[in-house]
């Protein structure tokens, strides 16, 4: 079965520090995709970066950066700059096997103070 | 302006009766689902579509219902069967396989 982990509940940073959430995942498919996903105070679900597994480069969007260890099975999010617009839940997730569904973390609460 | 849309935003319902949950999406994809959100749990998936006249259950399907008659059209019928409805509801839809998927603005139910 594939599972996604994200071990961080909730964390805080300081406006323009910053912050790196963890997640990691286990699959036993060759070939899927990763996700992070913001959703603020408002619900609606953003996609915040997308990984191909088969790229060893790591996915940036803007301030967002993703550590993508293919054989740790790890896929950190990095936020740099934080802006209090951050403020959201951060939901990782993997697609992976022939199908289509998404397989979710149970999200890391981030607030950005400040 | 592309996107997805969910009606109504909340929705009240007395226990014991049927409500029907609106998704509409005119980004031309193939596949759309149904999310159920609760605090502390993350999403769950509650049933996909593929195609049109083509659905699959998710992880929590008793107690829901869905069709798939129009591409663009993904309704979910939450029964009287579902023993805790209340929570928050996301329609989403994609394209392709490892696609992002797309999410509409949510439905809120509470069953009074």
């Known amino acids: 079965a594939q599972t996604v982990t994200q071990s961080q509940p909730e964390m805080s940073v300081q406006e323009a520090e910053t912050v790196t959430l963890s997640c990691t995942y286990d699959t036993s498919e060759s070939n899927y995709y990763l996700f992070w996903y913001k959703q603020p105070p408002s619900r609606q679900m953003i996609l915040v970066i997308r990984q191909e597994a088969y790229k060893q480069q790591n996915a940036t969007e803007n301030r967002f950066s993703v550590n993508f260890q293919k054989a740790a099975k790890s896929f950190s999010l990095k936020i740099s700059d934080s802006q209090l617009g951050d403020t959201a839940m951060y939901f990782c997730a993997v697609n992976a096997g022939n199908n289509r569904k998404l397989i979710w973390g149970l999200g890391t609460s981030l607030g950005v103070n400040p | 302006d592309g996107g997805i849309t969910q009606s109504p935003k909340y929705l009240f319902r007395k226990e014991g009766q049927n409500v029907t949950l609106s998704c509409e999406q005119n980004l031309n994809h193939d596949a759309m689902y149904w999310y159920r959100q609760d605090p502390g749990q993350g999403l769950r998936l509650i049933y996909y579509s593929q195609i049109v006249n083509d659905f699959q259950k998710g992880d929590i399907a008793e107690g829901y219902s869905v069709s798939r008659e129009k591409k663009e059209s993904f309704p979910l019928t939450v029964t009287s069967a579902q023993k805790n409805p209340t929570a928050f509801y996301l329609c989403?839809?994609?394209?392709?396989?490892?696609?992002?998927?797309?999410f509409g603005p949510g439905t809120r139910l509470t069953v009074l």
């Open positions: 989403a839809s994609n394209d392709r396989w490892g696609d992002e998927q797309f």
